[in-house]
T-cell receptor
Framework: SQQGEEDPQALSIQEGENATMNCSYKTSINNLQWYRQNSGRGLVHLILIRSNEREKHSGRLRVTLDTSKKSSSLLITASRAADTASYFCATDEGNNRLAFGKGNQVVVIP | DAGVIQSPRHEVTEMGQEVTLRCKPISGHNSLFWYRQTMMRGLELLIYFNNNVPIDDSGMPEDRFSAKMPNASFSTLKIQPSEPRDSAVYFC?????????????FGDGTRLSIL
């Protein structure tokens, strides 16, 4: 099944900087979701954005969705060491499944 | 509030043995998902239940894998017989609503090693 593809796959930044990740997909979607996974833990839901929405915010997180380009971005502002994790985008293609990308490893250096 | 609870957290067993993974979803959630995560293949959906009924089991690798949901608060994933290539982290997730329409809440997984 088609999956979201995150870019870049690995990102290393200094604490306080902003981190931006992109996700591209190939078919039409109902919604797109972003998740975070800390080492040895399960995925934690961050934001869900529906196909008729263009932007959503949650705390220091900002997600955009461009359905014409089939892409989404996740921005983490003022990063903290605790933001070190893998970040996944996942797409709902209307077949009861969330198709997850391979993930994007973010390291925030204190 | 309690999240999704999985047991055991770690399982090491020899090939050919039966393995049973357990999951307690969040109370009030009516959808339950079993996933498998490996470095090579990423996160794969194995099976999806809605209101305790299996809706999509197309991701179950082969007949050695089976899953049940006897009631709204418990599900099992069984592998019999187990093989080394089954080694992975297995996650259970639950959500309100149907399919992929709502956020999914994941347990911390079972790390399975088949020797």
């Amino acid at each position: 099944s088609q999956q979201g593809e995150e870019d870049p796959q690995a990102l290393s930044i200094q604490e306080g900087e902003n981190a931006t990740m992109n996700c591209s997909y190939k078919t039409s979607i109902n919604n797109l979701q972003w998740y975070r996974q800390n080492s040895g833990r399960g995925l934690v839901h961050l934001i869900l954005i529906r196909s008729n929405e263009r932007e959503k915010h949650s705390g220091r997180l900002r997600v955009t969705l461009d359905t014409s380009k089939k892409s989404s971005s996740l921005l983490i502002t003022a990063s903290r060491a605790a933001d070190t994790a893998s970040y996944f985008c996942a797409t709902d293609e209307g077949n009861n499944r969330l198709a997850f990308g391979k993930g994007n490893q973010v390291v925030v250096i204190p | 509030d309690a999240g999704v609870i999985q047991s055991p957290r770690h399982e090491v067993t020899e090939m050919g043995q039966e393995v049973t993974l357990r999951c307690k979803p969040i109370s009030g959630h009516n959808s339950l998902f079993w996933y498998r995560q490996t470095m090579m293949r990423g996160l794969e959906l194995l099976i999806y239940f809605n209101n305790n009924v299996p809706i999509d089991d197309s991701g179950m690798p082969e007949d050695r894998f089976s899953a049940k949901m006897p009631n709204a608060s418990f599900s099992t994933l069984k592998i019999q017989p187990s093989e080394p290539r089954d080694s992975a982290v297995y996650f259970c997730a639950s959500s309100r609503g149907q399919g992929a329409q709502q956020p999914q809440h994941f347990g911390d997984g079972t790390r399975l090693s088949i020797l």
